[in-house]
């Protein structure tokens, strides 16, 4: 991707991926399947690309509720997204030529309340704006290292 693009200003990943668990049944393996998805393939992104943003340049990754609100169901999912906060406060420090790390910790959106209510039990839903902001703020900002919680 990176090497048919050129160099660009900023990297977004929202394609994550993390399956529903059942936590009696979990595997060493249902989790690297999970982290190798939804963690590693973020992390790829940076460690790729750093070469490939411009000076400034900045990426926003996209972690989960379920890193700070577990649920049932949802072990591996809160694994990877915790994973992914640790990642981007110490790539944030690594990171060279000004360039910025961030991840936006998205919540259920309204828009998906109908589709995927249940698996977000107890949590209010978050209307779009304010998911979309999160993630204008974190590629429009100057902030890095930050984790931007969009579920509240």
């Known amino acids: 991707m990176y090497a048919t693009t050129g160099p660009v200003d900023a990297v977004v990943c ?3 991926s993390g399956a529903l668990d059942d936590f009696q049944s979990l595997t060493e393996q249902d989790l690297l399947d999970t982290l190798r998805g939804k963690f590693f393939g973020q992390v790829n992104l940076v460690l790729l690309g750093q070469r490939h943003l411009r000076d400034g340049g900045s990426f926003t990754l996209t972690s989960g509720v ?7 169901g949802v072990t591996g999912g809160g694994v990877a997204s915790a994973a ?3 990642f981007v406060l110490s790539a944030s420090l690594e990171l060279r030529r000004g360039l910025r790390i961030n991840a936006v910790s998205p919540g259920l ?4 309340v109908d589709t995927f209510g249940d698996r977000f039990p107890g949590l209010s839903p978050v209307p779009m704006a304010r998911l979309t902001g999160a993630y204008l703020e974190s590629v429009e900002g100057d902030q890095s290292g930050q984790i931007l919680r969009a579920y509240t």
């Not at 379920?66 to 049932?72: G, L, M, N």
């Not at 959106?109 to 998906?112: N, T």
């Open 14 to 16: 929202v394609a994550v």
């Open 66 to 72: 379920f890193a700070d609100h577990p649920a049932r």
């Open 109 to 112: 959106a309204e828009d998906s």
């Open 84 to 86: 992914l906060h640790g």
